[in-house]
């Protein structure tokens, strides 16, 4: 069974409005953290946002959000306001074992995303 | 400040050549990781090293020998090159749980086409 589940392989969303890409995840570990990256055209693999599984409150860093529904098992990322310069491959990941212990990420297939003007 | 490099950006290969791709960083980073990105399969790993002298096989491994050289560097070595080799590979690095380890750091990627 994929321990990440990406079912959207391409969304569509007009400029300046918000989106969100799903993520569903498997585990049974308790502590765990999800992660979402950005992959552009050029390639780069860019960190955009963390979630770990005890935080209380949902991820935010700017336009970026992370709506974590621990008991769905689900990271969906939600961009606001969005822009042409977010069109990219989006893929969400996840990390199993307690914090010290090993620490090896799993990737979703990853969703493209496209703005249109 | 470069974070993390890989070199060659681009390669080709004949099938049963061996090459070894390479990855520095300089962040001092305890963990190194080495990933294949294959078209509609997102990142996989191949081998990690959780600390400088220690390397651990990852899901792929098959076809890939490693080497963390030192606490900068992380090779990754393809023997005998196979067509099923081609991809975009990843390294990427992970600073130590005390300073706020959660985070993994790629570097730009090396094209390899094996023919």
């Known amino acids: 069974a994929q321990k990440i589940t990406q079912t959207q392989p391409g969304m569509f969303v007009q400029e300046k409005e918000a989106v969100t890409l799903d993520c569903t995840y498997d585990t049974s570990d308790p502590s765990y953290g999800l992660f979402w990256y950005k992959q552009p055209s050029s390639g780069e693999m860019i960190f955009l946002i963390y979630q770990g599984s005890y935080d209380q409150q949902n991820a935010t860093e700017g336009r970026y959000s992370l709506n974590f529904q621990k008991a769905r098992k689900s990271a969906n990322l939600v961009i606001s306001a969005s822009q042409l310069g977010d069109s990219a491959m989006y893929f969400c990941a996840m990390r199993e074992g307690i914090t010290g212990g090993s620490y090896i990420p799993t990737f979703g297939r990853g969703t493209s995303l496209i703005v249109h003007p | 400040n470069a974070g993390v490099t890989q070199t060659p950006k681009f390669q080709v290969l004949k099938t049963g050549q061996s090459m070894t791709l390479q990855c520095a960083q300089d962040m001092n980073h305890n963990s190194m990781y080495w990933y294949r990105q294959d078209p509609g399969m997102g990142l996989r790993l191949i081998y990690y090293?959780?600390?400088?002298?220690?390397?651990d096989k990852g899901e792929v491994p098959n076809g890939y020998n490693v080497s963390r050289l030192n606490k900068r560097e992380f090779s990754l070595r393809l023997e005998s090159a196979a067509p099923s080799q081609t991809s975009v590979y990843f390294c990427?690095?992970?600073?130590?749980?005390?300073?706020?380890?959660?985070?993994?750091?790629f570097g730009p990627g090396t094209r390899l086409l094996v023919l």
């Open positions: 990427a690095s992970r600073p130590g749980w005390r300073e706020g380890g959660e985070t993994q750091y």
């Open positions: 090293s959780a600390s400088e002298g220690t390397t």
